[in-house]
């Protein structure tokens, strides 16, 4: 019977998971990012956490790899217009050099930083989630927003998505964290 007991609690600490992390346990942090004028925010902590603990820092866009349509409504969608390819490949570029500028800054400040832009496949969260998985990811950090509450009954939250269905540790950023040290 103790024996059978003791089997059971051995099954079950391996099967929970961990509420504490070794520090050095956290090599590769992931970074979700959408150029918001609050992601410096994200990237400032990111950046900080990476140096701390020496960890890699990979930035990821998660991109629409088509033009946009354009709608004139939400709850009636009727096309009304769309993004032309050359348009779509501009914001592309634009988005390129973003993501560039935002690894150098890092860089700079002595973090070992990657970009990454990745396309979307089945939503944000899930292409998120896909590349955290590839490249192995110990930690993922992402910003919050406050959407509306119809933004958030039609499409939800990303970070809201990741932190649900992530089996990786997540550190949400609020975007009014401007000001608050960490």
Do not use: C, W
């Not at 409504?73 to 032309?84: D, N, Q, R």
């Amino acid at each position: 019977m103790r024996e059978i007991r003791q089997k059971r609690t051995s099954e079950m600490n391996t099967m929970r998971p961990s509420l504490s992390m070794e520090a050095n346990s956290i090599n590769k942090i992931l970074v979700a990012i959408d150029f918001a004028d609050e992601a410096e925010d994200i990237l400032k902590i990111a950046g900080e956490l990476g140096s701390s603990l020496s960890a890699e820092i990979h930035l990821v866009h998660v991109y629409r790899p088509d033009p946009d349509p354009v709608y004139d409504s939400i709850i009636f969608p009727v096309l009304v217009a769309g993004e032309t390819e050359a348009e779509h490949e501009k914001v592309l570029q634009e988005e390129r050099s973003q993501l560039r500028g935002q690894a150098d800054r890092l860089r700079k400040a002595g973090a070992k930083t990657f970009g990454y832009m990745k396309p979307m496949e089945k939503g944000i969260a899930k292409s998120i989630l896909n590349f955290v998985d590839e490249i192995h990811a110990d930690l993922i950090v992402i910003g919050t927003r406050h959407p509306n509450r119809i933004d958030e009954f039609l499409v939800g939250s990303v970070a809201k998505k990741v932190l649900k269905k992530s089996q990786t540790p997540v550190l949400l950023v609020p975007r009014s964290s401007i000001g608050i040290g960490v």
